[in-house]
């Protein structure tokens, strides 16, 4: 029995291990990817956002599906269709097909991380275990966004950009050969009806925005191909909006944005996911085009935000119980700003020992506040929304996340086009993001409360398991940054 749980935890961490390392791994690849697929920087943005735009709006999908349907049915689905499309990526010839790929890699990590912790929780019914194996599962994530750079760095360097997808092959086989043995089947036989409705309106309306918002760049904004993009997102989500207040038991129920606590901590996630995600998408850049690093050594120079994050991100939710949640995130987002705009003052010439702290700081920073954030999220709602709840709020920051790259791209693209050099459009980029995470500050600040119940150190384990009571439900050590 010991050893099953023992293969079982292995074969859930890795799938979530590889879920989170390609969220890191590529941003190292980039630069060799523009090269020798002939691409602007808009071809770049679809490559990061055509994977975090599926993950975001299938999210909570994911989870619904996978407790009605079977976890390890849908997990071991996702690893496959995860790992053949590594296998796509690898191959691809063009920014179209490696694109599509991406979009599949999306698809499979949906279904793959919400499956993956609720086939751990199932297997370790007694609280104090789970908890263990639960901060194993996130101790491992975070991992695997600290590795994703320097792993990206060395692949790219050495084989070519297309080592980073292959990567996932050999894991996804033996994740697959080991999960068939040993994963036990369990389901929800009370989950919800899936949201067929919202979910395709929430990917279009979103996916049509993004659309509009990189290539607004590259077509001019007054163009009728982007204004009719904008104006295809607007009644999309408009729609979106309609339906979900219509339905029963809908994917994102808009009620709970009527509650303060709720909307003004996911309206904070979206700045967040929006900062971190849109100026991570410009460092390696920025070390390689700008500095003249190597693609290792750009690597590296960008690990000190993600070892900030592994480090600082299981003491947040600590932190946050214990000084109140607008003490710490406030504080968070005030420093992760700072540290944003001191990187828009960063130069061709700025030495790396004036750098590395100015990333650091920015990790520490956004560490302070995903974690307190999200259970500020679970604290505005009913103990039996509570999974929902933590659910959206990783939704909510994914999807800061695709608004994040594609507008920092616009921005790095209009500096461009108004003669200004790639430097000066990444400088203005980290501003913007500075700007906005100090914007968010001011929001919590202001309005980011506390109810009377006693905040839990970190975020409860996921949309699936909100039928349960709290005190069966174990809590979640938020990984940062997924």
């Known amino acids: 029995m010991a050893s099953n749980r023992a293969t079982l935890l292995t074969v859930t961490c890795l799938g979530q291990f590889m879920v989170l390392l390609d969220n890191t791994i590529v941003g190292a690849a980039l630069p060799d990817m523009q090269r020798r697929l002939h691409t602007e920087l808009t071809g770049l943005q679809w490559i990061v956002d055509a994977y975090v735009l599926l993950v975001a709006m299938l999210l909570l999908s994911g989870g619904v599906f996978a407790d009605r349907f079977g976890r390890k049915r849908v997990y071991l689905t996702g690893v496959a269709v995860f790992t053949a499309a590594s296998l796509m990526c690898s191959a691809a010839d063009s920014v179209g097909m490696l694109v599509t790929g991406r979009v599949l890699q999306g698809i499979g990590a949906a279904a793959m991380s919400p499956a993956s912790l609720a086939l751990l929780v199932a297997a370790h019914p007694e609280p104090r275990e789970r908890v263990r194996a639960i901060g194993l599962w996130a101790g491992l994530s975070g991992i695997g966004l600290a590795a994703g750079p320097v792993a990206g760095g060395v692949l790219t360097q050495v084989y070519g950009w297309p080592a980073i997808f292959l990567v996932n092959?050999?894991?996804?086989i033996a994740l697959l050969t080991a999960g068939l043995r040993v994963l036990g089947e369990s389901r929800n036989p009370d989950a919800p009806a899936?949201?067929?409705?919202?979910?395709?309106?929430?990917?279009?309306?979103?996916?049509?925005l993004t659309y509009a918002l990189i290539e607004g760049g590259a077509r001019g904004w007054t163009s009728p191909v982007i204004l009719g993009g904008f104006a295809v997102a607007a009644v999309l989500l408009a729609a979106f909006v309609a339906v979900e207040g219509r339905r029963s038991a809908p994917?994102?129920?808009p009620r709970l944005f009527r509650r303060r606590l709720f909307s003004v901590s996911n309206t904070a996630m979206v700045m967040v996911g929006f900062a971190l995600m849109g100026s991570s998408f410009f460092f390696s850049q920025f070390f390689v085009y700008v500095q003249g690093s190597s693609l290792l050594r750009a690597g590296v120079q960008t690990l000190p935000m993600s070892l900030a994050m592994v480090v600082v991100s299981p003491f947040a939710g600590r932190l946050a119980a214990r000084y109140g949640f607008r003490a710490v995130v406030t504080s968070g987002l005030a420093l992760a700003g700072a540290g944003l705009l001191a990187l828009g003052l960063v130069h061709a010439d700025t030495g790396y020992a004036h750098v590395w702290w100015r990333l650091a700081v920015v990790g520490t920073?956004?560490?302070?506040t995903m974690s307190p954030l999200t259970g500020a999220a679970v604290l505005a709602v009913s103990h039996r929304?509570?999974?929902l709840a933590s659910g959206v709020s990783s939704t909510t920051r994914q999807i800061g996340a695709v608004l994040g790259v594609a507008l920092l791209?616009?921005?790095?693209?209009?500096?461009?086009?108004?003669?200004?050099?790639?430097?000066?459009g990444l400088d203005s980029a980290f501003v913007v993001a500075g700007v906005v995470t100090l914007a968010g500050a001011v929001l919590t600040g202001l309005w980011l409360t506390t109810t009377r119940r006693t905040a839990p150190p970190t975020a409860p384990a996921r949309t699936s398991e909100?039928?349960?009571?709290?005190a069966d439900r174990t809590v979640e050590v938020s990984p940062p940054a997924s």
Do not use: C, H, K, N
């Open 169 to 172: 092959v050999p894991i996804g």
């Open 194 to 208: 899936l949201d067929v409705p919202g979910t395709v309106l929430s990917v279009l309306g979103v996916g049509a």
């Open 251 to 253: 994917m994102l129920p």
């Open 365 to 368: 920073g956004f560490a302070l």
């Open 385 to 387: 929304e509570s999974g």
């Open 409 to 424: 791209g616009a921005v790095v693209r209009s500096r461009q086009s108004g003669g200004a050099t790639f430097e000066a």
């Open 466 to 470: 909100a039928d349960r009571p709290v």
